[in-house]
């Protein structure tokens, strides 16, 4: 009877787990929308997407339950997390039925704490400098749904999803949560939290008999049974131990630190600094995404496949700008509008190109050009680059909101060179947007302003050879 009130937690945490495991995956496949009024609120109790999104409550949320019973988010919620624990579950099984590796799943291991820190600050300073792509790439929920649709996508991002998983499935099975504890950012804040949690995982020292059952069960590697501790700072509260102990020694309840658990002050500094940071970059990037004030959803505007990529001003042509760019990033970190972003083409990956979903290159910056290392962006004054001309705008006006009655014009008012005007088309009798090429420098301020959804009603052209007008 003992045993069967033991496994309890473990069976509801598995329920749970998998219930939660089942939506994410449908929602992440389901190309109708049908999953959108039952799953839609997963995504808003992942933490990153939360604070994202400016939803600090939710966040709040997550990490007072973190203070609470530990890092059970982790185990339960993080679709991530729960997937590497089918990862271990499906190779250790393997490895019983053809007798592979050691009888013992698991052992006792020191955490690795100066990793997860670097791991940690290195995203902080990829989000701070605006590589948000690159810092993604090791955000729990962001890398799961990228390994699910990138798997039935096909494409770039399906190799992308094959490197993906199959890092964390090696992961899984060489050391459990080794990717949830050494990489993951989250589980490293979860884990900072999760030391002055409320609860948690103990062991009763005179009941235990050192049979190190519970220690063999831990896919954390994280209970040290001959020091009868557990690092609460990598355990994740998924009760696998409960149920292994013979003599309950081992529960799950109040947790009372010893003088070795306490966290020491440096220690303590370091995370209040790093959380403070990352909370603060995600509030910043909240208020920037938050074009309509949270009210409404804007729907994502298309533009036409460019012909030729747009590239810096500075760059010269194609040509100077491929032949020399290393990829760096240096210069995607010092954008401060977002719109220096790294391709994802084959020809030229990681190497940066305009987009201006996010902003548009504005004339009195010139950042990218003084950091380049390699020429590939000559060194251009702010003088210097109104009198450049990188693309050429083109309108489509049949998808422009003024053709069907709507006084708009957003793209002649926005134009910094004075090369758009609204016309009067004889054949509709409406005012339509008309471009003056020779005046065009290809800043993209018409294109991010342009408010015809889905598809824009005017985009910029790059040119293969940049022009002085």
């Not at 509801?12 to 929602?27: N, Y």
């Not at 933490?47 to 890092?71: E, H």
């Not at 251009?380 to 006084?407: Q, R, W, Y």
Request: proline residues 4%; aromatic residues 6%; hydrophobic residues 40%.
């Amino acid at each position: 009877m003992k045993a069967t009130k033991r496994t309890v937690p473990k069976v509801i945490r598995m329920v749970v787990a998998a219930a939660m495991l089942l939506s994410v995956t449908a929602l992440l496949l389901d190309n109708s929308g049908t999953m959108l009024h039952g799953a839609a609120w997963i995504p808003k109790v992942q933490l990153l997407p939360a604070l994202l999104a400016g939803n600090f409550v939710m966040a709040g949320a997550v990490i007072l339950m973190c203070l609470l019973v530990g890092r059970i988010y982790c185990s339960v919620i993080c679709p991530l997390g729960i997937a590497q624990d089918v990862f271990t579950w499906i190779g250790t099984t393997a490895k019983k039925m053809f007798h592979i590796g050691s009888r013992h799943r698991f052992s006792y291991h020191k955490e690795l704490r100066w990793l997860r820190y670097v791991v940690l600050l290195a995203f902080v300073v990829l989000m701070l400098t605006g590589m948000n792509g690159l810092a993604l790439l090791i955000a729990p929920y962001s890398t799961y749904g990228r390994i699910i649709r990138g798997i039935v996508s096909g494409g770039t991002i399906m190799w992308v999803a094959v490197v993906s998983a199959t890092v964390i499935f090696v992961s899984a099975l060489l050391g459990g949560r080794l990717w949830c504890n050494t990489i993951c950012p989250v589980g490293t804040l979860l884990g900072t939290l999760s030391r002055h949690s409320v609860t948690g995982i103990g062991i009763d020292g005179e009941k235990c008999v050192s049979c190190r059952k519970c220690e063999h069960a831990c896919k954390a590697m994280c209970i040290d049974i001959d020091k009868k501790r557990v690092d609460t700072s990598r355990c994740v509260d998924c009760f696998d131990c409960l149920d292994q102990c013979p003599t309950g020694a081992i529960a799950f309840g109040r947790r009372h630190k010893s003088p070795k658990e306490v966290e020491p002050d440096g220690s303590r500094r370091r995370f209040i600094a790093t959380s403070a940071a990352l909370s603060a970059t995600m509030a910043m990037q909240a208020q920037e995404q938050k074009f309509d004030g949270g009210l409404a959803v804007l729907t994502a505007k298309s533009i036409p496949q460019r012909a030729n990529p747009l590239k810096p001003f500075g760059a010269q042509s194609l040509k100077n700008f491929s032949s020399r760019c290393t990829g760096c990033q240096l210069c995607v970190s010092q954008c401060p509008e977002h719109v220096l972003q790294p391709s994802t083409d084959l020809a030229n990956f990681m190497q940066p190109q305009l987009s201006y979903s996010q902003g548009y290159c504005r004339t009195a910056c010139n950042r990218c050009s003084q950091v380049c290392p390699t020429g590939a962006i000559q060194p251009v004054s702010k003088e210097e680059k109104t009198a450049i001309s990188i693309g050429f705008a083109v309108t489509l006006h049949d998808n422009c909101v003024s053709a069907k009655g709507i006084d708009c014009g957003a793209c002649a008012r926005h134009c910094p060179s004075q090369a758009i005007t609204m016309v009067d088309d004889a054949t509709t009798g409406r005012r339509l947007p008309a471009v003056d090429e020779s005046m065009c420098i290809g800043c993209g301020a018409c294109e991010y302003y342009c408010p015809a959804r889905p598809m824009t009603a005017i985009y910029v052209e790059g040119r293969r050879v940049h022009t002085e007008r």
